[in-house]
Structures are given as structure tokens and as C-alpha cells.
């Protein structure tokens, strides 16, 4: 369970499960959304609105992962006072892979954590819902 939470918006459900995952202790997230999926970012930002203190980062070219990087990057020098990158956990999964690549590159190597948010599938492979997210540890990889 982390303080912060980056978010990739697409599909709200993933979102609201992530969030509510980290509720016990969460008290900021950030939301990186595309023109598509503003108005989910919106609804986010409205019913969590202790937690979502700014607005949504909206990507331009969503086939660009050096965007996704570099809003990545933003959020981490800019945390609160006294955080760490180890407070802030951010989950790659939603938008599109280019995005998944660019938060993922933002984060790996680094102390700051990644997480990803996995749907749950009926028994012909359509996604109904969102478990749990799961986090990603890259502990003696090399």
C-alpha cells in the first residue's frame, strides 16, 4: 500500500479498483489521461477529489512513450515534501503500450515501484472486471 499513485486512465473500473486497493494509506494521486479518456480522468478527479489535487496530464500523442516518460518524470520531482519515490507506486496497465512503455521506462532502475492492475476474464476470454493490482519487483534482476 503506497501514499501516491500514478495512473494510467483509459477504462474507469481498473482505476477505481487501483485506487480503492491503496485507500488505507493513499493520499495523492496523479491521473494521465489522453483527449479519449479526459472525461473519465474527470469523473475520477470528482469523486476522489481529497486525493486528486491537480489536474489530469493529458497526452498529445498517445503513441509516444518519451511523453508518458517525461509526465513520469514530472510527478516524481515533484512530490510532496518528504517523499520518496518508494511512496508513489504507478500503475502501467490502461491507454495504450506505447503509455505502458513510457511509465515503465520512467520507473525501471529507479526506486520507484510499478504495479499493474489485471482484469479478470469469463470463460471466453472477455475481460469483466479488475482484480487486485499486483506489484512488480525487479529485485536481483540484473
Given at each position: 500500500k503506497r501514499r501516491g499513485l500514478v495512473l494510467l486512465v483509459s477504462k474507469k473500473p481498473p482505476c477505481e479498483k487501483a485506487i480503492s486497493f491503496h485507500d488505507s494509506t493513499l493520499e495523492r494521486v496523479w491521473l494521465i489521461c489522453s483527449a479519449q479518456s479526459l472525461s473519465v480522468a474527470k469523473e475520477l478527479q470528482?469523486?476522489?477529489?481529497?486525493?486528486?489535487?491537480?489536474?489530469?496530464?493529458?497526452?498529445?500523442?498517445?503513441?509516444?512513450?518519451?511523453?508518458?516518460?517525461?509526465?513520469v518524470e514530472k510527478v516524481y520531482a515533484s512530490l510532496p515534501e518528504g517523499w520518496s519515490g518508494e511512496d508513489v507506486?504507478?500503475?502501467?496497465?490502461?491507454?495504450?503500450?506505447?503509455?505502458?512503455?513510457?511509465?515503465?521506462?520512467?520507473?525501471?532502475?529507479?526506486?520507484?515501484?510499478?504495479?499493474?492492475?489485471?482484469?479478470?476474464?469469463?470463460?471466453?476470454?472477455?475481460?469483466?472486471?479488475?482484480?487486485?493490482?499486483?506489484?512488480i519487483t525487479f529485485d536481483g534482476l540484473k
Open positions: 470528482t469523486e476522489n477529489a481529497r486525493l486528486v489535487l491537480s489536474d489530469p496530464f493529458i497526452v498529445n500523442d498517445v503513441n509516444d512513450p518519451l511523453e508518458f516518460y517525461t509526465i507506486i504507478t500503475d502501467y496497465v490502461g491507454m495504450t503500450a506505447h503509455g505502458s512503455v513510457g511509465v515503465v521506462l520512467a520507473c525501471f532502475g529507479t526506486n520507484r515501484p510499478l504495479q499493474y492492475t489485471p482484469a479478470k476474464y469469463d470463460e471466453n476470454l472477455k475481460p469483466v472486471g479488475p482484480l487486485d493490482p499486483i506489484e
